[in-house]
């Protein structure tokens, strides 16, 4: 069973950045591409922004330019640096890992809330 932690969320002004990570534990197998999600009241769960363990990355349309993701293989752990945050960005963020095999878990989500 594979174990997500996530952490950085929390309150920031319209503007401001915010630094998440996600650690994953107890795969017995290669992780092979990470991700974060976010999911706002009453819309549906949408792409943030993934990476493949080669380091490719493919961003959603609202954060491209904004947001960078990045991982540390050697940790299994990935991040997402959020910048010029706007109040749309407010929402559960969610950290997904795909094994190689395709199995894929997810975390237990961590609160981003953009105030205007």
């Known amino acids: 069973q594979v174990q997500l932690v996530e952490s950085g969320g929390g309150l920031v002004q319209a503007g401001g950045s915010l630094r998440l990570s996600c650690a994953a534990s107890?795969?017995?197998?290669?992780?092979?591409?990470m991700g974060w999600y976010r999911q706002a009241p009453g819309k549906q769960r949408e792409l943030v922004a993934r990476?493949?363990?080669?380091?490719?990355?493919n961003y959603g349309d609202s954060v491209k330019g904004r947001f960078t993701i990045s991982r540390d293989n050697a940790k299994n752990t990935v991040y997402l640096q959020m910048s010029s945050l706007k109040p749309e960005d407010t929402a559960v963020y969610y950290c997904?890992?795909?094994?190689?095999?395709?199995?894929?878990?997810w975390g237990q989500g961590t609160q981003v809330t953009v105030s205007s």
């Open positions: 997904k890992v795909e094994l190689v095999g395709g199995r894929s878990y």
């Open positions: 107890g795969s017995p197998f290669s992780i092979d591409t």
């Open positions: 990476i493949t363990r080669g380091g490719g990355t």
